[in-house]
């Protein structure tokens, strides 16, 4: 067996989350995951909270820091992609990431570097404030409604969307549902269709409008 270390205590921690989700997170589960004793984590963290401070630096150690040579709109677009697969990836992060008080360095560090990005715009501070919660608003939301759909659960959002589109909307009568069969055959079951270009779309409209509403003095 692996020696315990702090790192390790946190990856395994991690490892369960994703497995029985958060909730089921306790000093006592998380010990007998890694096969050991509860008072052996206790040399490496004080307490619970403590543990998920260090899993919310972990999810954030996840985000990729966007590569050198993007413009700022290309950047903050590279930066919400990888949010979404990070939080994707571990659907119980997104409430722990909202909910601690006392933010570590590292995550202080994420910000930082998030707002560099943003500041390289050139804007007012007063639209970077606007942009940056609300494309962190639409991100979040974005991801909390794909883990919500009723969908089985795959990384293929598009594919899940159609199979269901075509359970449940093609079977219904046109004249009773002309917008919702219209929508749905219009786009949903056309080979156009992608759900993750609402996601593209979404974030360029947001940057385009902070930028538009910055310019004009809005």
Do not use: C
Request: charged share 20%; glycine share 6%; hydrophobic share 45%.
């Amino acid at each position: 067996m692996a020696r315990l270390t702090k790192d390790r205590v946190l990856v395994e921690a991690l490892a369960f989350a994703d497995q029985h989700g958060i909730d089921k997170l306790t000093i006592r589960a998380l010990a007998s995951h890694i096969g050991s004793k509860p008072m052996s984590l206790y040399h490496y963290f004080a307490n619970k909270e403590a543990i998920l401070d260090g899993l919310v630096d972990l999810v954030y150690a996840e985000i990729e820091v966007p590569p050198d040579g993007l413009n700022w709109k290309e950047a903050l677009v590279a930066r919400a992609h990888s949010m979404r697969v990070g939080l994707k990836a571990h659907p119980w992060a997104l409430p722990l990431i909202e909910s601690r008080r006392n933010p570590s360095r590292q995550v202080l560090l994420h910000h930082e570097i998030l707002l560099s990005i943003w500041f390289s715009s050139g804007l007012d501070t007063k639209y970077i404030a606007h942009g940056l919660a609300t494309l962190d608003a639409f991100v979040f939301g974005f991801v909390l409604q794909e883990l919500s759909l009723p969908l089985e659960a795959t990384d293929d959002s598009t594919g899940s969307l159609v199979e269901a589109s075509e359970q449940v909307v093609v079977p219904l009568s046109p004249g009773d549902f002309p917008f919702l069969t219209k929508f749905t055959s219009d786009y949903v079951m056309t080979p156009e269709y992608d759900f993750g270009k609402t996601f593209d779309f979404g974030l360029n409209l947001i940057l385009d409008a902070i930028e538009g509403a910055a310019t004009e003095g809005r």
